[in-house]
């Protein structure tokens, strides 16, 4: 998976979901980097704009919907501090321009 977003690495507004269910409006950030077999892994860290609910509350993939216009799959992988989330990204979906 490779991504050629112009955001990688800059803060990014957006909309965490689990299936069709809002969670909160989240600040994102993007890194990419090689594993072990030369593959990239994208992944990043959130912030929750709401403190009502917490990722950590839902099983499974969730979803964050961007205001750039596409999608990222992903996984939550540890709580940071001070409601941030680190999470890998486990799919993508780019707008077609």
Do not use: C
Request: charged share 30%; aromatic share 12%; net charge positive.
């Amino acid at each position: 998976m490779s991504f050629n977003f112009s955001t990688r690495g800059r803060k990014n507004l957006g909309y965490l979901v689990k299936d069709r269910e809002f969670i909160s409006v989240v600040n994102f950030r993007l890194d990419q980097e090689q594993d072990e077999w030369g593959r990239p892994r994208v992944y990043g860290d959130m912030e929750l704009k709401g403190k009502n609910r917490k990722p950590t509350d839902y099983e499974g993939p969730l979803t964050i919907h961007s205001n750039q216009g596409y999608s990222l799959n992903l996984e939550i992988t540890r709580y940071l501090a001070k409601g941030r989330y680190a999470f890998q990204v486990k799919r993508a979906n780019q707008p077609t321009s």
